[in-house]
């Protein structure tokens, strides 16, 4: 079975540059969540959804992130306009809101940003 | 405010000998800890857990200590490989089954030497 799908699994572009992170979650999950993987504060939590519908985006940094999810199987991060800081490894990660377990997250491999 | 904290950035041991990883948390609401590894270019896979109402938990070379009243936990490796270095991160999980989101550490980089 594929796992978490994300693309693109690396990113280099400029300063004040858009950038859209893409994730498709496994299928039959319905919760996705967005996080941030940096040295000093490890993986910060930006945004999850549970059936489509954003849940808790207390961990979007600023206005310039925004997250969507049109539909069951796909998922955007976007950036705009991007900033040096924003150089990080973004993962998704997903899991079925209706089998009862302990909150395991399946992630994906990531997508490297590097801001110029 | 970090509720989750893994204070060790990074922690080197001898294979065959016990690798010992701890994690703080301040939140006593969370009901579930988590440990997930993490090698280079991969996303982090879950390794095992622990409900809040227990204080072991045991898989294979694998252990999980919780301490609620110190409100920590430590995961055991013994004894430890080479395939055992990664980083190796803390999670705790609150909130009922339609809001979970689990908080992670900072992270421990574990290096075992052969």
């Known amino acids: 079975d594929a796992g978490v799908i994300q693309s693109p699994r690396h990113e280099v572009t400029e300063m004040g540059q858009e950038v859209t992170l893409r994730c498709k979650p496994i299928s039959g999950h319905n919760s996705l969540f967005w996080y941030r993987q940096t040295m000093m504060r490890g993986l910060e939590l930006l945004i999850y959804?549970?059936?489509?519908?954003?849940?808790?985006d207390s961990g979007m940094p600023e206005d310039r992130f925004s997250a969507k999810m049109p539909n069951a199987s796909f998922s955007t991060l976007k950036i705009q306009p991007s900033e040096p800081r924003d150089s990080a490894v973004y993962f998704c990660?997903?899991?079925?809101?209706?089998?009862?377990?302990?909150?395991?997250?399946?992630f994906g491999e990531g997508s490297r940003l590097t801001v110029l | 405010d970090q509720q989750v904290k893994q204070n060790s950035p990074s922690l080197s041991v001898q294979e065959g000998r016990i690798s010992i990883l701890n994690c703080d948390y301040t939140?006593?609401?969370?009901?579930?800890f988590l440990w997930y590894k993490k090698y280079p270019a991969e996303g982090p896979t879950f390794l095992i857990s622990?409900?809040?109402?227990?204080d072991k938990n045991e898989d294979g070379r694998f252990t999980v200590f919780l301490n609620k009243s110190a409100k920590h936990l430590s995961l055991h490796i013994v004894p430890s490989q080479p395939g055992d270095s990664a980083v190796y991160f803390c999670?705790?999980?609150?909130?009922?089954?339609?809001?979970?989101?689990?908080?992670f550490g900072q992270g421990t980089r574990l290096t075992i030497n052969p």
């Open positions: 939140n006593s609401m969370f009901d579930y």
């Open positions: 959804f549970n059936n489509n519908v954003p849940i808790d």
């Open positions: 622990i409900s809040s109402i227990k």
């Open positions: 999670a705790a999980k609150k909130g009922s089954k339609g809001a979970q989101k689990l908080v």
């Open positions: 990660a997903s899991r079925s809101l209706t089998v009862a377990n302990t909150g395991e997250l399946f």
